[in-house]
């Protein structure tokens, strides 16, 4: 049965399941889902705990069952933690977790939790996961996109008692906080409890927060390449700053960002061929955030302009490797610059 993560704490309190699974890339949100569910079970007697961890091809599942039927003399109920890091179980462990789940029913004596990292669609039709889901509860665990931050944070700081000021000046003070924690949840949340400890109850100003948040975001370039396509112009200026202060390697930049411009010339040409644009999408494998932004762009996008783009993606391939182009800044990031602006530009919202 799939629970929203935002739904678990309901899910909870119309009665513990025993068998849990939890998966995505979140780190914070995955850890609060195990906590909520490791609180519930603790107020219904689950006294023990036991954590596998599943490391390498020579994993003794064994060891997993074994936990599961032995209890101390000093208590009649246990919680068993399975973590899985890469979210590959492997033959003998897909077998094992069938079994579990299928012994999970009706078994109020021992509660499985399985912790999963986020899976591809592949993974979640495996017979091993089917039978999770099957026979427990499995919570997709989904990160904060950047729209939704400013958001999660003003609910996180209504927890502990404080909000920003109304209007204007409260949103101004929500996105400048997104802005600098963008791309890292758990440093959000020190954030967060930070202001909690400085400031008491009540309103917090733009002063306030400016001078208390630290900037600690985090970024990729995946993410600026979604940036680019939504026309967020301000951000992609921003994360190209911030991936250069990194050191991430320019190749691995343009290789996001180029293969977008691919990905939109394919589509285009397929939509000239008579192809609708929801086909053309799927055919070339785009999906979720990113189906919803070449969707938005892709009408007013005509092949000359994309021809232009593609061009310049392949004079920046040069610079990065250390050529030089006439009208082109001399320096990768530069360059980059150069190109993901004109694109940032050409999608900006009308």
């Known amino acids: 049965m799939q629970v929203a993560a935002q739904q678990l704490d309901s899910q909870l309190q119309r009665g513990l399941r025993s068998l849990y699974t939890l998966h995505g890339d979140e780190p914070l949100l995955i850890q609060e889902a195990a906590d909520a569910i490791r609180s519930a079970a603790r107020t219904l007697g689950y006294t023990e705990r036991t954590v596998h961890t599943v490391a390498g091809a020579h994993f003794d599942w064994s060891e ?5 039927g032995s209890l101390s ?10 973590r899985i890091p ?11 977790l069938q079994q579990i789940a299928a ?34 509860v499995t919570v997709k665990v989904d990160p904060v996109e950047r729209q939704a931050l400013p958001q999660w944070i003003a609910q996180r700081l209504q927890r502990q008692g404080q909000n920003v000021v109304s209007g204007e000046e409260g949103q101004r003070t929500l996105q400048f906080f997104a802005d600098r924690v963008e791309g890292n949840l758990l440093a959000a949340y020190q954030e967060i409890q930070k202001l909690g400890l400085l400031f008491p109850a009540g309103e917090l100003s733009f002063e306030q927060v400016e001078g208390a948040v630290l900037n600690v975001a985090r970024y990729t370039p995946f993410k600026l390449a979604e940036a680019v396509l939504a026309g967020q112009v301000v951000r992609t200026q921003r994360m190209l700053d911030g991936l250069q202060a990194v ?3 320019a190749v691995l930049v343009h290789w996001a960002l180029s293969e977008d ?23 070339n494998r785009v999906w979720g955030l990113k189906e919803k932004l070449m969707e938005r762009v892709l009408p007013v996008l005509n092949n000359a302009v994309l021809g232009k783009w593609l061009d310049d993606a392949h004079t920046v391939d040069g610079i990065v490797k250390g050529l030089k182009a006439p009208g082109w800044p001399g320096d990768p990031w530069g ?6 602006m004109r694109v940032a530009m050409a999608c900006s919202p009308r």
């Open 86 to 96: 890469t979210g590959k179980p492997g033959k003998d462990g897909s077998q094992i």
């Open 247 to 249: 050191g991430e390697p």
């Open 73 to 82: 003399l000093f208590a009649d109920k246990q919680i068993v933690e399975i």
């Open 335 to 340: 360059a980059l610059q150069q190109m993901a």
């Open 103 to 136: 012994n999970a029913q009706d078994n109020d004596s021992v509660l499985t939790l399985v912790l999963l990292p986020r899976l591809d669609s592949q993974t979640t039709k495996g017979a091993w996961f089917g039978a999770l889901d099957g026979f427990g």
């Open 261 to 283: 411009i691919r990905t939109l010339h394919r589509i285009r040409l397929a939509m000239d061929a008579g192809r609708p644009l929801p086909m053309a999408l799927r055919e």
């Open 64 to 68: 997993v069952l074994a936990s599961g």
